[in-house]
């Protein structure tokens, strides 16, 4: 069975400064598929990032980065520059295969100080 | 172009009723899949429709069904409603077709309909 875990239920981080939210996951499966959503209050969830298992090389946008660490099945996610529109309920997930049935970790919930 | 529409947004109803969810997914997507979210459970994987038929199944009672029609909107239905439905039902709809061998994990997920049972 796949599973995910997010073993952060909350984060804090200044305006303009840099978080890392930690991610675990475990399958069977070769070839799956790693990313986090983001949730902001009230709004829907949009793909923030995502990892292709097979590729080596860490996927980043603009702001958002990971440290892809296949081996130790971790996949953690850098918001450097934090903006207040970060702030958000963060899901880190995988799918595997021809599905798009997705598994998601509890979430880590991210405030951004002014 | 628009996104993915949940219907109703909000809605509450009592225990033994049941509920009907309406998805409109995103044009041209024809892969529609179903999630509960709950402070409790997180979001769980309810089920998965492509060219209206299921292509995967969450780990829920049979309480709870879907169907996706053939202009790929999908209802998803609760019958004999618990305390326990009461959650965040969210839609997502993905551009994934049955040609392509992987998934590409990138869903599109509607603002989701908030299921109240008292």
């Known amino acids: 069975a796949q599973t995910v875990t997010q073993s952060q239920p909350e984060m804090s981080v200044q305006e303009a400064e840099t978080v890392t939210l930690s991610c675990t996951y475990d399958?069977?499966?070769?070839?799956?598929?790693l990313f986090w959503y983001k949730q902001p209050p009230s709004r829907q969830m949009i793909l923030v990032i995502r990892?292709?298992?097979?590729?080596?090389q860490n996927a980043t946008e603009n702001r958002f980065s990971v440290n892809f660490q296949k081996a130790a099945k971790s996949f953690s996610l850098k918001i450097s520059d934090s903006q207040l529109g970060d702030a958000a309920m963060y899901f880190c997930?995988?799918?595997?295969?021809?599905?798009?049935?997705?598994?998601f970790g509890t979430g880590t919930l991210l405030a951004v100080q002014p | 172009k628009a996104g993915v529409t949940q219907t109703p947004r909000y809605l509450i109803k009592t225990r033994g009723q049941q509920v009907t969810l309406s998805c409109s997914p995103i044009?041209?997507?024809?892969?529609v899949s179903w999630y509960q979210q709950t402070p409790g459970q997180g979001l769980q994987f309810l089920f998965e429709?492509?060219?209206?038929?299921?292509?995967n199944k969450g780990n829920f009672p049979g309480r709870f069904s879907g169907r996706q029609f053939s202009n790929s909107r999908s209802e998803m239905n609760v019958s004999t409603l618990e305390l326990g439905d009461s959650a965040l039902y969210l839609c997502?709809?993905?551009?994934?077709?049955?040609?392509?061998?992987?998934?590409?994990?990138?869903?599109?997920f509607g603002e989701g309909s908030r299921l109240t049972v008292l």
């Open positions: 997502a709809s993905s551009s994934w077709t049955s040609g392509r061998s992987r998934v590409t994990g990138e869903l599109f």
């Open positions: 399958t069977s499966e070769s070839d799956y598929y």
């Open positions: 990892q292709e298992a097979y590729k080596q």
């Open positions: 997930g995988m799918s595997g295969g021809a599905t798009n049935k997705l598994i």
């Open positions: 044009s041209g997507h024809r892969s």
């Open positions: 429709y492509f060219s209206e038929t299921q292509r």
